[in-house]
């Protein structure tokens, strides 16, 4: 039996296969979780990474092949007035979700200088309105009284500045903040939520230049990969991390700032 056989997962934010969503979605799979993830296009379309329309159904594809059950929906985070109908898609599809993966993000680069009210907007709807309001009515809807997972994806405000992405490092910060105090007000509720800070991953946006100015940084002389935070993630998921809660998990391997 594997670690997290029979358990149900939603997953946002798995719209490219080299993305850290993409490998959780993996990862659970190969472990014999059922998967539910969102992806939004038009997002990673603006990006310079870009995006292949195809990729989410190649995805799906490929946890079918564990002989998991797997389903996607593409799906605007900045709505919230879906999210409720999104918990209950996951229902009726799969099954009530066990373990909310709050991966997906919106990341612009942004200083003092170019602030707008509008990307601050963007950033934190994504980042921490989608974030918590998922987080709520998972909450509301978990009735297994122990098992229940909430794992958050954040970047590491706590240990040091990120100049250039002002409303971006504002907000996964507030991500912090509320893995820490919803932790609190769920743990009767057989719920767990942590957050992980993967540090710098290479998951497209990596130009061959900013990987090699990042390398040296690292003591094990390797770039970060999504399998790297999906192995962590799924430690979390699992009923071994049953009494880790509240945390912020900075697995960045040794990054040197």
Partial sequence: ???LEGKIALVTGASRLDGIGAAVCREFAMNGCHVFFTYWGPYDERMPWGSDASEPDRLKEELLQ???KAAGVEMDLTRFDGLDGLLEQVTQEIGPPDILV?????????????LTAEDLDRHFKVNVGATALLSSQFAKRFKKKTGGRIINLTSGQSQGPMPGELAYATTKGAVDALTVTLAAEIAPLGITVNAVNPGPTD??????EISQSLQPM?????IGKPSDAAKVIKFLASD??????GQVIHSEGGFMR
């Fill in 1 to 3: 039996m594997t670690q």
């Fill in 66 to 68: 564990y002989g998991v």
């Fill in 102 to 114: 709050n991966n997906a993000a919106y990341s612009t680069n942004n200083d003092y200088m170019n």
């Fill in 203 to 208: 998951t497209g946006w990596m130009t061959p």
């Fill in 218 to 222: 690292f003591p094990f002389g390797r």
């Fill in 240 to 245: 071994e991390a049953g009494w880790i809660t």
